[in-house]
């Protein structure tokens, strides 16, 4: 017979909601004993994990997830690379650093969705609060929280190209927009991030996880149930982990959905492909959703003053403490745009307040592109464009019966026409700024990828679509895929499973308009809440 060990709670996955969640039901329930298990190790003081510079260097290495998506027959039957932290603290430890909450609009609509106030915007507003320990207290307590775990930073580098990029915005006619992260984000705003003292604020470090049971290298191969109850997990090993109270799944929208069906919870059609007994029919690893996106190349002047990464003379102290960017930009796509590709799509388009797509310019060459386009020397800057508010929506199923081999994934990217048009209008936003009178004296033009035209402002939709089709990306935001409302309750319960619930990206009932980390600080607060109210 395998080993158990007994625990109250156990919280699967030891990511960003993981650790938040395990950390605030320690916190109101000192006495009650919590197994957090993580699939990868502890590195939350590795230097490349705390760096600013070093963090690229993680890409494609052990402490990621490094998945490949299905051919996409849209985009030249590519497959788009997505990649997940797999140590403790998950993407936390390992992204960007972007700090967005995205637009009210959307927290309203899945509120409505749910039937729950919980889900709102004002709703979560204390737990995006609680979450924060916001930079600048001139922004008044309305919005921001200022003893949170979560430290975030903003401006203080001061790149040659700050102005220059800045005017180039605004010519678009576009508004400057002084707190991005006050439910309206619309706009030119300033970066904020939570990078902090050059330092990176990730979930294992700013949650106090001591006295709690946490295991690296772990990996769960399912959820014991006891016929409709979930009792604990199994690991990869054979070991049994028992809980008396809950188990808590936060594995991550490409990971959950498959634990949660390795465990007999989903479509009969699929677990029926490995024998897996189901246990309750629910629609998981469908309505999969993510941000799409595309780089843009552009090449400078004068290299030598030192206005990109790569440069000798990129060199001040200060730019150690961040991402080598000065502002973010989101915006609406136009409405007629938009009406005109649902019609397309068999949709109905509804006017109102929203976020669309974002932009950014960035004083390097990023990563996330299918080609190497220019060499990291200092020569060149990229534009990004991100589509995010996606109406195309993919699956994630098993590969076969073993939690370490990794699902399939078919995001099915760009397949609506909605998406489309957000990512053209992003695209000529970023033409047209960059080719304005503001950074005449700085750009010289686009590089376009091997054996490509370039592009304009002047471009074809049908132009702007080649590109997209041959060299879009994802910015992994994944979620959706044990969507609120179809696999769980508003209170994160999967339905038709006693004592367990899922706190991650994959309950998001639709895609949230910003970088994932912020909204899901707040999120596993919210439901860390729920979690502790029942206990």
Same mark, same amino acid.
């Given at each position: 017979?395998?080993?158990?060990?007994?625990?109250?709670?156990?919280?699967?996955?030891?990511?960003?909601?993981?650790?938040?969640?395990?950390?605030?039901?320690?916190?109101?329930?000192?006495?009650?004993?919590?197994?957090?298990?993580?699939?990868?190790?502890?590195?939350?003081?590795?230097?490349?994990?705390?760096?600013?510079?070093?963090?690229?260097?993680?890409?494609?290495?052990?402490?990621? &997830?490094? &998945?490949?998506?299905?051919?996409?027959?849209?985009?030249?039957?590519?497959? +788009?690379? !997505?990649?997940?932290?797999?140590?403790?603290?998950?993407? @936390?430890?390992? !992204?960007?650093?972007?700090?967005?909450?995205?637009?009210?609009? %959307?927290?309203? +609509?899945?509120?409505?969705?749910?039937? %729950?106030?919980? $889900?709102?915007?004002?709703?979560?507003?204390? &737990?995006? /609060?609680?979450?924060?320990?916001?930079?600048?207290?001139? %922004?008044?307590?309305?919005?921001?929280?200022?003893?949170?775990?979560?430290?975030?930073?903003?401006?203080?580098?001061?790149?040659?190209?700050?102005?220059?990029?800045?005017?180039?915005?605004?010519?678009?006619?576009? =508004?400057? !927009?002084?707190?991005?992260?006050?439910?309206?984000?619309?706009?030119?705003?300033?970066?904020?991030?939570? $990078?902090?003292?050059?330092?990176?604020?990730?979930?294992?470090?700013?949650?106090?996880? /001591?006295?709690?049971?946490?295991?690296? !290298?772990?990996?769960?191969?399912?959820?014991?149930?006891?016929?409709?109850?979930?009792?604990?997990?199994?690991?990869?090993?054979?070991?049994?982990?028992?809980?008396?109270?809950?188990?808590?799944?936060?594995?991550?929208?490409?990971?959950?959905?498959?634990?949660?069906?390795?465990?007999?919870?989903?479509?009969?059609?699929?677990?029926?492909?490995?024998?897996?007994?189901?246990?309750?029919?629910?629609?998981?690893?469908?309505?999969?959703?993510?941000?799409? @996106? +595309?780089? +843009?190349?552009?090449?400078?002047?004068?290299?030598? =003053?030192?206005?990109?990464?790569?440069?000798?003379?990129?060199?001040?102290?200060?730019?150690?403490?961040?991402?080598?960017?000065?502002?973010?930009?989101?915006?609406?796509?136009?409405?007629?745009?938009?009406?005109?590709?649902?019609?397309?799509?068999?949709?109905?388009?509804?006017?109102?307040?929203?976020?669309?797509?974002?932009?950014?310019?960035?004083?390097?060459?990023?990563?996330?592109?299918?080609?190497?386009?220019?060499?990291?020397?200092?020569?060149?800057?990229?534009?990004?464009?991100?589509?995010?508010?996606?109406?195309?929506?993919?699956?994630?199923?098993?590969?076969?019966? /073993?939690?370490?081999?990794?699902?399939?994934?078919?995001?099915?990217?760009?397949?609506?026409?909605?998406?489309?048009?957000?990512?053209?209008?992003?695209?000529?936003?970023?033409?047209?700024?960059?080719?304005?009178?503001?950074?005449?004296?700085?750009?010289?033009?686009?590089?376009?990828?091997?054996?490509?035209?370039?592009?304009?402002?002047?471009?074809?939709?049908?132009?702007?679509?080649?590109?997209?089709?041959?060299?879009?990306?994802?910015?992994?935001?994944?979620?959706?895929?044990?969507?609120?409302? /179809?696999?769980?309750?508003?209170?994160?319960?999967?339905?038709?499973?006693?004592?367990?619930?899922?706190?991650?990206?994959?309950?998001?009932?639709?895609?949230?308009?910003?970088?994932?980390?912020?909204?899901?600080?707040?999120?596993?607060?919210?439901?860390?809440?729920?979690?502790?109210?029942?206990?």
């Amino acid at each position: 017979m395998a080993s158990e060990e007994h625990f109250d709670y156990i919280v699967v996955g030891g990511g960003l909601s993981g650790c938040v969640v395990a950390a605030r039901l320690h916190e109101a329930h000192p006495s009650r004993s919590i197994a957090l298990l993580e699939a990868g190790p502890d590195e939350s003081y590795n230097p490349a994990v705390l760096s600013p510079v070093l963090y690229p260097t993680l890409h494609g290495t052990s402490l990621q &997830y490094c &998945y490949q998506s299905t051919p996409q027959p849209l985009l030249e039957s590519r497959q +788009i690379p !997505n990649w997940g932290g797999r140590l403790l603290s998950g993407s @936390s430890a390992v !992204n960007y650093g972007a700090w967005t909450r995205g637009h009210a609009a %959307d927290f309203d +609509i899945w509120s409505k969705e749910v039937g %729950d106030p919980r $889900w709102s915007y004002s709703g979560l507003l204390p &737990y995006f /609060k609680r979450s924060e320990h916001w930079h600048n207290d001139k %922004d008044g307590a309305a919005q921001h929280g200022f003893s949170g775990p979560i430290h975030t930073s903003s401006g203080g580098r001061d790149y040659a190209l700050r102005e220059p990029v800045k005017e180039a915005l605004l010519s678009t006619g576009l =508004k400057l !927009n002084p707190d991005m992260n006050s439910g309206d984000p619309n706009g030119v705003a300033q970066l904020v991030e939570n $990078w902090y003292e050059a330092s990176r604020q990730h979930a294992a470090i700013c949650y106090n996880l /001591k006295d709690i049971h946490v295991m690296t !290298n772990t990996v769960v191969q399912r959820v014991l149930l006891e016929g409709n109850k979930a009792t604990g997990v199994e690991l990869t090993d054979g070991r049994r982990l028992m809980a008396s109270k809950e188990v808590i799944v936060s594995c991550g929208a490409l990971r959950t959905p498959q634990l949660l069906m390795l465990s007999g919870i989903g479509p009969k059609s699929e677990l029926s492909k490995f024998n897996v007994k189901q246990v309750a029919e629910l629609p998981v690893g469908q309505h999969l959703h993510d941000h799409g @996106s +595309i780089n +843009i190349i552009w090449k400078l002047k004068s290299p030598d =003053k030192g206005y990109a990464f790569g440069s000798p003379f990129f060199n001040k102290p200060e730019y150690a403490t961040g991402n080598p960017m000065d502002w973010m930009v989101t915006a609406a796509a136009p409405d007629e745009d938009l009406r005109k590709a649902a019609s397309a799509d068999g949709t109905t388009f509804h006017p109102g307040p929203r976020t669309d797509y974002e932009v950014t310019v960035m004083y390097a060459i990023t990563a996330a592109a299918p080609v190497e386009i220019a060499p990291m020397d200092g020569t060149h800057v990229t534009t990004g464009v991100i589509c995010l508010s996606p109406t195309s929506r993919g699956t994630v199923t098993l590969a076969s019966d /073993k939690a370490t081999d990794n699902a399939v994934i078919d995001p099915r990217y760009f397949t609506t026409e909605h998406d489309r048009a957000v990512i053209r209008a992003g695209m000529r936003l970023t033409m047209q700024a960059m080719e304005s009178d503001s950074l005449k004296d700085y750009i010289e033009g686009e590089t376009p990828p091997p054996g490509m035209p370039r592009i304009s402002s002047a471009s074809s939709d049908a132009e702007l679509d080649r590109r997209v089709n041959a060299m879009s990306w994802s910015w992994f935001h994944t979620g959706g895929t044990a969507s609120m409302g /179809k696999v769980v309750d508003s209170q994160c319960r999967v339905y038709g499973v006693k004592g367990l619930r899922v706190v991650d990206t994959s309950i998001l009932p639709l895609s949230i308009t910003a970088h994932l980390q912020a909204p899901m600080y707040a999120v596993a607060e919210s439901a860390a809440d729920l979690i502790v109210q029942a206990a």
